[in-house]
Every structure is written in C-alpha cells, then in structure tokens.
C-alpha cells in the first residue's frame, strides 16, 4: 500500500510562486511514475503534470506549460510541483498520484494511489 501525503497548498496573488510536495510512503517511490493533477470547484479533476520513474519523460498539460515543474528526488521518496506566474485559473485542489504499472500520463483512471489533496488560491 502507497501513502502520498501533498503539502504546500495556500493562498498567493496572481503572478506569485508557489512549490507543492508530495511525500510517498509504503512502496518502492522509484519505480513508479508520479502525476499531478486539480480540480477546480464544479470541474472534472484534470492533469497538470506527470514525470516517469527516473525523470526522463516530463509531462505538461498545455496550460501550464511554461510555468510549472514537475521533478522527483527518488532518495528522499518525494516529487514536487513548481509552479510560477500564477493565475486565478490555477486555483484548485492538487493532488499526488502514483502509477504502479503502465500508465497513461493525462489519464486519471491509470493511476492507482492518490494523496488527499492541497488547496492552492490564487487571488486576482
């Protein structure tokens, strides 16, 4: 069983930085590839960003392309969600998730552990 515990969530202005984290306990953290993803009030939760076991193949959703980083530490059993010039439209809950096996990275259904979430509010 995987546990991901997110932290870092909070309120900044528009145009402000934020850096999530996600810590991941009870599994083999470096053999599985990681995800980011938020909903937004009354939305489908949606992809931000995924990175692969070893961190060759970065993945972005097109609207935060450019602003947001994703990037791992397999030693200390953690990934991380930089995110810069932010805007109102990033305002969500974030979530960790793991991908225990072959996974599509924008598809929700493929990943198998999921952290409780991160409120991040971006004031305009």
């Known amino acids: 069983q995987v546990q991901l515990e997110e932290s870092g969530g909070g309120l900044v202005q528009a145009g402000g930085s934020l850096r999530l984290s996600c810590a991941a306990s009870g599994g083999t953290f470096s053999q599985y590839d990681m995800g980011w993803f938020r909903q937004a009030p009354g939305k489908e939760r949606e992809f931000v960003a995924a990175i692969t076991s070893r961190s060759i193949g970065r993945f972005y959703a097109d609207s935060v392309k450019g602003r947001f980083t994703i990037s791992r530490d397999n030693a200390k059993n953690m990934v991380s969600l930089q995110m810069s010039s932010l805007k109102a439209e990033d305002t969500a809950v974030y979530y960790c998730?793991?991908?225990?096996?072959?996974?599509?990275?924008?598809?929700?259904?493929?990943?198998?552990?999921w952290g409780q979430g991160t409120q991040v509010t971006v004031s305009s």
């Open positions: 998730a793991a991908a225990t096996r072959t996974f599509t990275v924008a598809r929700s259904a493929t990943y198998d552990y």
